[in-house]
């Protein structure tokens, strides 16, 4: 008879923050796969959880799902955990979710923490709609790219950025979104938890301010808010931004973004003016 896998929820700091039915899942089953069992281990030592446990991260991901894939459809049951918060959310499982589903093996979640809504929750921003991104591209171009394809979006926008990148997308999300509200949350659950708001400008000003940053941290942005009417035709814009020192193609993303057009659309109708 096949097993079944539990994708489990574990704490994202506060080691408090674990459901009963997961200390229970964990307790019950034949394996752990962990994103790092040195981690996992504290989490299952303060409970007494006493279990078998295998590694299971981004540079195993492949063959290793075939590996556990194996043992499920053999009848084992396994927990599937990330270091903190919920499995497959910026962190490895799709592959062995995905060949669990692919052989008829149960999947069952076992909800909990996620860094994400605890951000967005106390943020104090739009919780009517969020888009969640991951993590922004490392690079400026490909970073800025990625921001001004969510420029229009009518939803609150959350990230998760490492803290030594952490200034330079602040800096990108000012140039290519402008001041939109900006909420940090570093550390959270934690001894150290924060929040910081303001504009990407002021929470980056405050953040330099610092002799280091350090932790976890969630970036959220507010949401685009309908452009306001401008009857200026768009070349005349545009050479306005220009003669005032503006790069052309900058000019024609902030003319795009002030509009609620793409940066594709001004272009083309540039050239039909020309």
Request: proline share 5%.
């Amino acid at each position: 008879m096949a097993g079944r896998l539990y994708v489990v929820a574990t704490p994202i700091g506060n080691l408090e923050d674990i459901t009963y039915r997961a200390v229970r899942v964990l307790r019950e089953v034949d394996l752990i796969a962990c994103e790092d069992t040195r981690q996992t281990r504290k989490l299952l030592e303060h409970y007494g959880i006493r279990k078998p446990t295998i590694s299971y991260h981004e540079h195993n991901e492949a063959e290793r799902s075939q590996e556990l894939a194996e043992r499920l459809r053999a009848g084992d049951t396994i927990a599937l955990v990330s270091d903190a918060g919920m499995p497959l959310v910026s962190d490895p499982g799709y592959r062995l979710v995905k060949a669990a589903l692919s052989l008829e093996i149960p999947v069952e979640p076992v909800p909990g923490p996620s860094a994400v809504l605890a951000a967005l929750a106390a943020s104090g921003l739009a919780t009517d709609s969020f888009h969640f991104g991951g993590f922004l591209p490392v690079k400026a171009g490909p970073r800025a790219r990625a921001l001004e394809a969510l420029a229009g979006e009518t939803a609150t926008l959350v990230f998760y950025e490492a803290p030594h990148r952490v200034v330079e997308a602040l800096e990108t999300i000012e140039q290519v979104l402008g001041p939109r509200p900006v909420v940090m949350a570093r550390e959270l659950t934690k001894i150290h938890e924060e929040f910081v708001r303001g504009t990407a400008g002021e929470v980056r000003a405050r953040l330099l301010a610092r002799n280091a940053i350090k932790g976890e941290i969630t970036l959220l942005v507010g949401k685009a808010t309908a452009p306001a009417a401008d009857s200026t035709p768009l070349e005349e814009a545009v050479g306005e931004l220009v003669r005032a020192g503006t790069a052309r193609m900058d000019a024609i993303k902030q003319v795009a973004r002030r509009r609620g057009l793409s940066k594709r659309e001004v272009y083309e109708q540039l050239l039909k003016a020309e």
